[in-house]
Nanobody
Framework: QVQLVESGGGLVQPGGSLRLSCAAS????????MGWYRQSPGKQRELVAT???????NYAESVKGRFTISRDNAKNTVYLQMNSLKPEDTAVYYC??????????????WGQGTQVTVSS
């Protein structure tokens, strides 16, 4: 069974920090690109950050310089370090695993999400 389990969300004040974790099981982790997405009420899900199997990263302009994505293949885990948090960062954050070379049924997996709330 494939599972992506996010943790680390919570309530923080503006300017604070959180680190999200996503632990994967049931996949060959090193073959997958990993990403973080977020969704707030009334808005579509948007990409926050990605990291390829080779370690290349990409960030949304709104989080560049504040967030850092990383992965630990030995632990089958991807992280999102979030600093200088703003109220507009409030959302449910989702972990994604993507394998471009896999059959469609095995290509994308999603976690259940973790809530991040930045109070004002």
């Amino acid at each position: 069974q494939v599972q992506l389990v996010e943790s680390g969300g919570g309530l923080v004040q503006p300017g604070g920090s959180l680190r999200l974790s996503c632990a994967a099981s049931g996949i060959t982790f090193r073959f997958y690109a990993m990403g973080w997405y977020r969704q707030s009420p009334g808005k579509q899900r948007e990409l926050v950050a990605t990291i390829t199997a080779g370690g290349s990263t990409n960030y949304a302009e709104s989080v560049k310089g504040r967030f850092t994505i990383s992965r630990d293949n030995a632990k089958n885990t991807v992280y999102l370090q979030m600093n200088s948090l703003k109220p507009e960062d409030t959302a449910v954050y989702y972990c994604n695993a993507h394998c471009g070379g896999c059959p469609s049924a095995l290509r994308d997996y999603w976690g259940q999400g973790t809530q991040v709330t930045v109070s004002s």
